[in-house]
Nanobody, 116 residues
């Protein structure tokens, strides 16, 4: 089993920045991919960005000029730096981890609200 804990969400004005962090615990040696998704209640969960243990990152087109994902697999952490935030970035952000073999784990989510 893998447990994920997110931190760093909150309220920010449009144009501001936030930094989300996620740390994994448990069977971390089995993780090869970590990332961030977001979801508005009643809507599908969508990929924001992910990065694998080899350092290959995938970032959604809607955020690629503003968000940066980084990881430290030796510490089982993944970080999402979000700059130039827009109102439409308001969502619950979920950390995701994938084990070899395909099992996925999710964090409880952290709220990001962009509002003046």
């Amino acid at each position: 089993q893998v447990q994920l804990v997110e931190s760093g969400g909150g309220l920010v004005q449009p144009g501001g920045s936030l930094r989300l962090s996620c740390v994994a615990s448990g069977r971390v040696f089995s993780i090869y991919d970590m990332g961030w998704y977001r979801q508005v209640p009643g809507d599908q969960r969508e990929l924001v960005a992910r990065i694998n243990i080899g350092g290959t990152a995938t970032v959604a087109d809607s955020v690629k000029d503003r968000f940066t994902i980084s990881s430290d697999y030796s510490k089982s952490t993944v970080t999402l730096q979000m700059n130039s935030l827009k109102r439409e970035d308001t969502d619950v952000y979920y950390c995701n981890a994938v084990e070899y073999g395909g099992v996925q784990y999710w964090g409880p989510g952290t709220q990001v609200t962009v509002s003046s």
